[in-house]
C-alpha cells in the first residue's frame, strides 16, 4: 500500500481541509515547516517522509474553474509527481493541467458533467492519466447534476469501469481532517470484489497507523493522508512498519 500526501490549495496557499467545510479552511499550520507555501510544504513532506508522489486538490479550480498552473508548474520543477483535481468539467479542461506537467488528471464526480464526458477523458490521454474520483458527503454520491444515472456509489464506480477508468479514488470528505476514522473501507471492499483489477485509493479521516494497518489488509493500493502528517500522528517510522513500498508512489 502506498501512501500519497495530499496539498489542498486555496487562495494559492496550502490550506487545513476539515470535513469539507470549505468556506472555513485557514492556511495549513504543520510541525514540519514555516508557512503554507506548497513548494516549501511539499519539500518538508518529501524531506521528512521520502514522499514525493502527491495528490493535490485545487480548490481555487473546484469553487471558481481557475486553475493553480503556476504552483502546478513549480511543483513539478521541484521534481515532484502530481495528481490533479483540478475540477474539470469536461475533458477539454484537462488540456491546460497536463500541459503544467503533471502526470496525471482526477475526474471528480463532484464537477465533472456526465460519464460520456469521463469516457472521453480515458479515449483522449488513455486510462494510465485519469483517475476518477467518487466523491461522497456523509455516504452520499456528491455529484455534478441529473446526467449521473446512479445514486447508489457501487453503481457510480461501475459506470467509471464501464467508461474506461482502472484507478479510482473513493473519499468522503465530510471526514477529512477529522481523524475520526475512514468510513469508506466496506465500500472499498465492495468495489475490490466486483472490480478486482481496478486500483483503489482513499482517505479522509485517517487517525494513525492502525488505520493504514487496516486499509494495507483489505487490499487498498493507496491512501490519501494530510493531517496525520502534520499533526506527528503518523511518523516516519509508522511508513516503515506497513512496508518499503509506502514510500512510493501510485
Given at each position: 500500500m502506498r501512501i500519497v500526501p495530499v496539498l489542498d490549495l486555496l487562495g494559492s496557499q496550502v490550506v487545513r481541509g476539515v470535513a469539507g467545510r470549505r468556506d472555513q479552511y485557514r492556511p495549513l499550520q504543520t510541525r514540519l515547516v514555516e508557512g503554507s507555501d506548497p513548494v516549501s510544504v511539499a519539500t518538508a513532506i518529501r524531506g521528512a517522509f521520502g514522499l514525493s508522489r502527491f495528490y493535490v486538490a485545487d480548490l481555487d479550480a473546484i469553487l471558481s474553474g481557475t486553475p493553480n498552473c503556476s504552483i502546478?508548474?513549480?511543483?513539478?520543477?521541484?521534481?515532484?509527481?502530481?495528481?490533479?483535481?483540478?475540477?474539470?468539467?469536461?475533458?477539454?479542461?484537462?488540456?491546460?493541467?497536463?500541459?503544467?506537467?503533471?502526470?496525471?488528471?482526477?475526474?471528480?464526480?463532484?464537477?465533472?458533467?456526465?460519464?460520456?464526458?469521463?469516457?472521453?477523458?480515458?479515449?483522449?490521454?488513455?486510462?494510465?492519466?485519469?483517475?476518477?474520483?467518487?466523491?461522497?458527503?456523509?455516504?452520499?454520491?456528491?455529484?455534478?447534476?441529473?446526467?449521473?444515472?446512479?445514486?447508489?456509489?457501487?453503481?457510480?464506480?461501475?459506470?467509471?469501469?464501464?467508461?474506461?477508468?482502472?484507478?479510482?479514488?473513493?473519499?468522503?470528505?465530510?471526514?477529512?481532517?477529522?481523524?475520526?476514522?475512514?468510513?469508506?473501507?466496506?465500500?472499498?471492499?465492495?468495489?475490490?470484489?466486483?472490480f478486482p483489477t481496478v486500483t483503489i485509493l482513499t482517505g479522509g479521516?485517517?487517525?494513525?497507523?492502525?488505520?493504514?494497518?487496516?486499509?494495507?489488509?483489505?487490499?487498498?493500493?493507496?491512501?490519501?493522508?494530510?493531517?496525520a502528517l502534520h499533526d506527528g500522528t503518523i511518523a516516519p517510522s509508522d511508513l516503515t512498519a506497513i512496508g518499503e513500498s509506502a514510500a512510493g508512489g501510485v
Open positions: 502546478l508548474q513549480a511543483l513539478c520543477a521541484a521534481r515532484f509527481s502530481l495528481l490533479v483535481d483540478a475540477g474539470i468539467r469536461r475533458s477539454h479542461d484537462a488540456g491546460p493541467i497536463f500541459d503544467s506537467g503533471v502526470d496525471q488528471v482526477v475526474a471528480g464526480l463532484e464537477t465533472l458533467e456526465s460519464p460520456r464526458e469521463l469516457a472521453e477523458l480515458v479515449r483522449r490521454y488513455g486510462p494510465g492519466r485519469i483517475v476518477f474520483s467518487l466523491d461522497l458527503r456523509d455516504g452520499e454520491i456528491l455529484s455534478n447534476g441529473s446526467a449521473w444515472p446512479h445514486r447508489e456509489p457501487l453503481e457510480v464506480a461501475r459506470c467509471a469501469f464501464e467508461a474506461g477508468c482502472t484507478q479510482l479514488i473513493v473519499l468522503d470528505i465530510a471526514r477529512v481532517g477529522t481523524g475520526g476514522g475512514v468510513p469508506t473501507l466496506g465500500l472499498c471492499e465492495q468495489i475490490r470484489r466486483t479521516g485517517v487517525r494513525g497507523i492502525e488505520d493504514l494497518r487496516t486499509l494495507d489488509r483489505a487490499g487498498i493500493d493507496g491512501v490519501l493522508i494530510a493531517s
